[in-house]
């Protein structure tokens, strides 16, 4: 079965760290951009930062400095360094990616999405 797994999350200090991991698992041909997003109680989701297969990286113009997105090709992974965190990043954080697999015999290709993974910054 193909799926997004995120970990990584917590709880942690206002100026402090936090990493996390997204995982691809199942028989997967190749994947396409990746992307984080986060979701905050009462509010729409929204973009965090996206990275092509190639490397090229786009940041939401609030978290440019401070977050850092990275991916491994060979392992399937995709990484976001956060740093100096504050309580506005308090939020769901998904993982996003353009999967293409077999499916009963044809090439599939199509956007998953992770379950999310919370990160709560406290003061």
């Known amino acids: 079965q193909v799926q997004l797994v995120e970990s990584g999350g917590g709880l942690v200090q206002t100026g402090g760290s936090l990493r996390l991991s997204c995982a691809a698992s199942?028989?997967?041909?190749?994947?396409?951009?990746m992307g984080w997003y986060r979701q905050a109680p009462g509010k729409e989701r929204e973009l965090v930062a996206t990275?092509?297969?190639?490397?090229?990286?786009n940041y939401a113009d609030s978290l440019k400095g401070r977050f850092t997105i990275s991916r491994d090709n060979a392992k399937k992974t995709m990484d976001l360094q956060m740093n100096n965190v504050k309580p506005e990043d308090t939020a769901l954080y998904y993982c996003n990616a353009q999967l293409t697999f077999v499916r009963v015999g044809i090439v599939t290709s199509r956007d998953y999405w992770g379950q999310g993974t919370q990160v709560t910054v406290v003061s």
């Open positions: 199942g028989i997967i041909l190749s994947i396409g951009d």
């Open positions: 990275i092509t297969a190639d490397g090229s990286t």
